[in-house]
């Protein structure tokens, strides 16, 4: 994981716009430290990352235990606004991918009204498999290319959306793949975000499950707890 602030993390992605060569970016957080663990396509992904930004105040936590100097927490759902209006106020052009249908749609009629001068080249929520394979996707990258955008925001849930965008880096460059998790659902207003108060104490996954449980419960109370296993098994190397 990089060790940059929420600033930081911005300036960085618009240098690896300004190189012209591609990228990923991705935020990591307990569950995806789990899956990391048992998915080898999940852990290439990351050690070919571009920037790695710390998600998620547990992984936080350990990175301040390990002595790692993290300087703060810098999730998806965090970087996509005001990365959002670095690139309006640069002019340049961004592609929403993700959402449920309409959703896309409505964030960037919103993301418009916050960020004049923004430009949305292209948007969609096209259907992508648990291995991060689009539906139609030849016809969706030759849409984000002919988009020229310098920017994907990649919204299609974990670890699909890394899995995607890791594979189709290339396809796609001089674009950077940028993953958000829920962001664009945020940014359209479909779904809520934990009150920040609840994110500073590391309860954000609490919120989500109490509001999503039938999707999420698996995931937060059957995967995620491995993460106390693997944080104490590091913690003592």
């Known amino acids: 994981m990089d060790p940059v602030t929420l600033d930081g993390a911005v300036e960085r992605v618009l240098e690896i716009v300004a190189e012209g060569q591609g990228g990923t970016v991705f935020t990591p957080n307990a569950d995806h430290i789990v899956v990391a663990h048992e998915n080898p396509e999940f ?14 105040t547990p992984v936080f936590w350990l990175s301040r235990l390990l002595g790692l100097g993290l300087p703060a927490k810098v999730s998806g759902s965090d970087l996509f606004e005001p990365l959002v209006h670095a690139l309006a106020e640069k002019r340049l052009p961004i592609f929403l991918l993700g959402g449920g249908p309409g959703v896309a749609e409505l964030a960037a009629e919103k993301l418009r009204e916050r960020h004049p001068g923004l430009i949305v080249a292209g948007l969609g929520a096209p ?8 539906e139609d996707e030849e016809a969706w990258l030759a849409r984000i290319r002919a988009s020229r955008a310098a920017v994907v925001f990649v919204a299609c849930g974990a670890p699909k959306s890394e899995l995607f965008s890791a594979r189709v880096r290339d396809d ?13 659902d945020f940014a359209a207003g479909t779904m809520p975000r934990a009150p920040e108060w609840i994110s500073k104490i590391g309860l954000e996954w609490a919120y ?10 698996k995931r937060y109370l059957v995967r995620d ?12 190397k």
């Open 127 to 134: 259907r992508m498999s648990p291995l991060g394979f689009l």
């Open 225 to 236: 707890p491995k993460f106390v296993w693997l944080a104490l098994r590091n913690s003592h």
């Open 208 to 217: 989500r499950l109490f509001r999503e449980p039938r999707r999420l419960a």
């Open 43 to 56: 852990m290439l992904a990351y050690k070919n990352v571009s920037l790695s930004l710390v998600d998620g």
């Open 172 to 184: 796609v460059a001089p674009a950077v793949l940028v993953c958000v998790g829920a962001a664009i």
